[in-house]
């Protein structure tokens, strides 16, 4: 990795440490359009377990917890860690909801085929290389079980947005200091080498709105 790849990582780290810190509910409470689907997939394969990546302050866990699903969180951000674990105490998820620090860039903690199914709502897409993307997706597959399922949502590069971004290298975009990835069609099918790529549906969220993409993985063996 060269050393502004580092330099930009660490100064977004920064920046999702000082967000969270003004903003005890960054996100909002409501879940992601993604984890709704996500309940719905992974229920009906019969899974309730769920390991979540970049679970920010935890709005989807919280929401895949209270539909009985056994959830562990992890993120970058401990502040936002925190705020979940709290949130999960007062609503008495506490026992099936975990959180813990971890960077995605690094090997992902669980041993091999060991998880049933990985939910990341909007991580993909953050201040990531193409070789860190690549490596993030293998290490998802490792860690499932074969037949299990990953859910994940990104930003779309049909969003109006995506023009007012500064363009950076290696397909990065910059807006207000906040560094990210519109991901096309041609992305998601080359991050889905090795796997089954059972759906890749585009779709608006939000006010503004946002276009993004959901798409479900299964590691087919
Ligand atoms: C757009 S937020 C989405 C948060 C959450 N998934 C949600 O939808 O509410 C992106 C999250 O990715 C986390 N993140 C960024 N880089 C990360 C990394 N290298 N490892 C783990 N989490 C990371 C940030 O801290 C932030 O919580």
Redesign the pocket.
Known sequence: MSTGHVEL?RA??ER?QTAYEQHPHL?GTEP?VAAQWAAGVFGAAGIDDVLE?????G??ALFLARQGFSVHA????ET?LDQLRLDAQREGLDDRLTAAL????DPLPPADATVNAVF????LN??FSRAELRSLVAEIRRVLRPGGLFVYAVWSSDDGCAAHWQELDDGLARKDGFVGRFFDEALIHDLSDRWRLDDATPYDEGPEPRRMWRVTLARSE
Do not use: P
């Not at 990546?53 to 302050?57: D, E, K, P, T």
């Open positions: 990582a977004q780290q999702w996100h992601s990546l970049g679970a920010g302050q709005r989807d992890t993120d970058i951000i936002a971890h960077d995605v860039r990341a709502n909007l991580l953050m201040a």
